[in-house]
């Protein structure tokens, strides 16, 4: 699977299905909780990556926050300390820091 489409599998599996572990490469990971936002995230591995993926929160003003509000489904995925991309509803959207960190396709 590309990273992309591992990004996708991620969101698929915790937003629309709900699952509350994520199956990767036959590799389980658990869906956390940030306690006082009540939004869901999970810590995995891409290869030599260490990714982090965020539900985006509603209750912000950014324009991301607005398609939640709409009913979109969305996550922001993170590595190495910056935002990468988003998923929402099963839509890739790599950010400019994807190809400025040079992560693979």
């Known amino acids: 699977m590309t990273l992309g489409e591992t ?7 915790l937003l629309a299905e709900g699952r509350q572990e994520v199956d990767l490469e036959d590799k389980q990971y658990p869906v956390g909780l940030f306690r006082a936002k009540k939004l869901r995230n999970i810590d995995f591995s891409y290869g030599e990556l260490s990714i982090i993926g965020i539900e985006q929160n509603p209750a912000t003003n950014s324009r991301w926050a607005g398609l939640v509000r ?3 489904r969305m996550m922001q995925f993170r590595c190495k300390g910056r935002y990468v991309a988003n998923v929402c509803e099963g839509k ?3 950010y400019p ?3 400025g960190m040079g992560l693979p396709e």
Request: proline letters at 0%.
């Open 97 to 99: 820091a994807w190809k």
């Open 7 to 13: 990004l996708i599998s991620v969101w698929r599996q």
């Open 92 to 94: 890739l959207l790599m």
């Open 70 to 72: 709409e009913g979109n």
